[in-house]
C-alpha cells in the first residue's frame, strides 16, 4: 500500500508536469513520434492491449466491453482527466465493476507510456 | 492532497473487507439470481441453452460450431478414455459402481468427512492411489480422457449439485468469493469477464456467461487440439488475467468448481465439448 501510495503520488505530479508543458512547444516531428509510439503501445496484446476492450481507429479485431475511442478531445476537454482515467487515480474508478484495468496503479505500464498513450488517443 | 488519498484508499480497503465479511449468501437464491440477471440480459436464449457457452450469442459462431460437432474432434479421446476404464475396470468399480452412465453426474460433490469438495478428477486420483495405481497428472491426456468418456456416458443427464450442509454452504461462497474478487495486475475478476460482461467481445472472443461453463467439461479446444481439463481452463484464465494460476485440483479451484457447478443445476451434461 506504501509503494502503491508513492507510485500514485509520483504519478500524479508526473503527469501534470508534463501535461502543464504545452505541446505546441515541442517540435511537430517529435510530437509525432511520441503519438506513433503511443499507438503502438495502446495497440500491443502485452503491454496497452486496450483493443481488447475498446474499438481504437483502425486497430484490427476490437473488442466492445468498454466504449469506442473516439472524440477524446470532445469528451476530455481536459487532458489530464483523460491520463487519470487510463492511469486509474481512484476518482475514476468509478464505475462499478469495471474492466478498465488501472494501468499507472497498478504497474501495468510506466506514467511515460501511459503519457504516450494518452498524447495517441487524444487525436482521435 | 496525501491525506486524501490515503483516505480513499483506506476506504477502499475497509469497503473490501466489509463486503468479505457480508458475502455468506444463500446458494439457491444465489443461484436464482443469476439465471434472472443472464434472462434480463438475453431474454430471447433460453437457460437451457447455456451449456452452449459462448455459441449462443453469435448465429454464425453457433453454426460453425454446430458443423464441427458433426465430426466432433473429441471422439479418439472418449474412446481413449473407454480403454484407461477397461484397462484398470476393477480398481474403478470399486470406487464408482459398474454404470458409466452414472457417475459424471453426481460430481462436484461435499464430502462430510473429510469437509472437501471432490471432484470427479480427484476421485478418480484418489481411487487409483488407493489401489496403490500412479495418479494421473491433471490437466490433460489421461486423466481429461477418462473424465471425458464418463462424461459422454452420462450425456444428457443433469448437473445437481446438492448444498444441504453449513460445510458445503461454506465451500460454495468460498468459490464464490473467488470468482468475485479482482485480482492480478488487470484487475479482473471472473465476474467482470463472464457475468457483467458475457455477451461481448475481448478481441474477438465472445465472453460466455458462468451459468453452464460447467456442463460441458473436459473440453477439446481447438487451440489445444486436445482434450482438458476445467481446471486445466482455470488457469488459462487466470493467466490472461495476469494472476497466478492455483493447481488443479487445488482446493481453491475446486470450490470455485463447486460453486460454478451449483450455479449450472438444472442444466444438461453435454460433455466432453468442443471450443475454439
Known amino acids: 500500500m506504501n509503494s502503491t501510495m508513492k507510485q500514485l503520488l509520483t504519478a500524479l505530479a508526473i503527469s501534470s508536469a508534463v501535461i502543464a508543458s504545452p505541446a505546441s512547444v515541442q517540435a511537430a516531428d517529435k510530437g509525432a513520434t511520441a503519438i506513433e509510439q503511443g499507438k503502438k503501445l495502446a495497440f500491443s496484446r502485452s503491454q496497452g492491449n486496450c483493443l481488447a476492450c475498446h474499438m481504437v481507429a483502425d486497430g484490427a479485431m476490437p473488442g466492445n466491453i468498454g466504449p469506442a475511442l473516439i472524440a477524446m478531445k470532445l469528451r476530455y476537454p481536459d487532458k489530464q482527466k483523460l491520463y487519470n482515467k487510463v492511469w486509474g487515480t481512484p476518482d475514476t474508478q468509478n464505475v462499478p465493476n469495471s474492466m478498465m484495468p488501472p494501468f499507472g496503479q497498478n504497474g501495468i505500464l510506466t506514467d511515460e507510456e501511459i503519457g504516450k498513450i494518452v498524447d495517441y488517443i487524444y487525436t482521435l | ?276
Open chain 2, 1 to 276: 492532497m496525501k491525506k486524501t488519498l490515503l483516505v480513499a484508499l483506506s476506504l477502499g480497503v475497509s469497503v473490501a473487507a466489509t463486503s468479505t465479511m457480508a458475502s455468506s449468501v444463500d446458494p439457491e437464491k444465489d443461484r436464482q439470481e443469476a439465471v434472472k440477471f443472464f434472462e434480463a440480459k438475453t431474454p430471447n436464449v433460453p437457460i437451457a441453452d447455456y451449456i452452449n457457452g459462448a455459441y449462443i450469442y453469435d448465429a454464425d459462431k453457433m453454426a460453425q460450431w454446430e458443423a464441427a460437432e458433426e465430426f466432433p474432434p473429441y471422439l479418439d479421446a472418449v474412446d481413449a478414455g473407454e480403454a484407461l476404464w477397461n484397462q484398470d475396470k476393477a480398481v474403478y468399480e470399486k470406487c464408482f459402481g459398474s454404470d458409466t452412465t452414472n457417475i459424471r453426474q453426481h460430481y462436484p460433490y461435499f464430502d462430510e468427512k473429510t469437509q472437501q469438495v471432490v471432484t470427479l478428477e480427484w476421485a478418480i486420483n484418489i481411487c487409483r492411489e488407493n489401489a496403490g495405481l500412479k495418479p494421473f497428472k491433471y490437466k490433460k491426456g489421461d486423466i481429461a480422457n477418462l473424465s471425458g468418456y464418463l462424461a459422454y456416458q452420462a450425456r444428457g443427464e443433469k448437473i445437481d449439485v446438492k448444498i444441504d450442509s453449513e460445510g458445503a454452504k461454506a465451500a460454495y461462497n468460498k468459490g464464490r468469493e473467488f470468482f468475485l474478487e479482482p485480482r492480478g495486475q488487470l484487475n479482473l475478476s471472473c465476474a467482470k469477464c463472464h457475468t457483467y460482461n458475457a455477451g461481448r467481445k475481448a478481441r474477438s472472443n465472445i465472453l460466455s456467461p458462468h451459468v453452464g461453463q460447467t456442463t460441458h467439461f473436459p473440453v477439446f479446444r481447438a487451440k489445444w487440439q486436445e482434450l482438458g481439463t476445467l481446471h486445466r481452463r482455470y488457469g488459462g484464465c487466470q493467466q490472461n488475467m495476469r494472476a497466478k494460476p492455483y493447481a488443479a485440483q487445488s482446493e481453491t479451484y475446486r470450490n470455485l468448481e463447486f460453486f460454478e457447478a451449483y450455479m449450472s443445476n438444472g442444466l444438461e451434461i453435454n460433455g466432453p465439448g468442443y471450443r475454439e
